[in-house]
């Protein structure tokens, strides 16, 4: 049958001796008076479609570090923690406690940074302190 342009199915002839005869159809009758059963050619089923793929999570995105402007000759009043012996340090500890609001460096102490309650910045320094505040 499938050589046979013409032939869209085969059937099962109970009273031929159970012989197979090919049909030119195309139509398919749900009944037979005499107990015939027919077959077609099925088209392939279309293959189901893959799953889209679960979208990746966004990252989350990196906190960004805080920009830090520089006061020359100023100062920040109260001390708020500990000095270190960088900026970057002292940085680091002031943006993790909630009574700094700036880093003074003091030239008259080894150059220590220092956390500082602040906020308001003085900018008239008598020692030539350098402060930091987040802009």
């Given at each position: ?34 107990g ?29 570090a805080?920009?830090?402007c520089?006061?020359e ?15 970057d ?7 993790k ?6 880093i ?7 150059n220590?940074?220092?956390q ?10 008598p020692?030539g ?7």
């Amino acid at each position: 049958c499938l050589k046979n342009s013409r032939c869209n199915g085969i059937t099962q002839e109970p009273y031929n001796s159970n012989r197979y005869t090919q049909r030119v159809g195309p139509e398919i009758h749900d009944w037979s008076p005499t107990g015939e059963t027919s077959w077609t050619v099925c088209e392939e089923p279309e293959p189901e479609p893959e799953p889209e793929p679960e979208p990746e999570p966004e990252p989350e995105p990196e906190p960004v570090a805080p920009n830090w402007c520089r006061h020359e000759n100023s100062f920040l009043y109260s001390y708020a923690g500990p000095s270190f012996n960088s900026l970057d340090e002292a940085q680091e500890a002031c943006l993790k406690n909630s009574r700094c609001n700036g880093i003074t460096q003091e030239p008259y102490n080894s150059n220590r940074y220092t956390q500082r309650v602040g906020p308001e910045i003085h900018d008239w320094s008598p020692t030539g302190e350098t402060s930091w505040t987040v802009c």
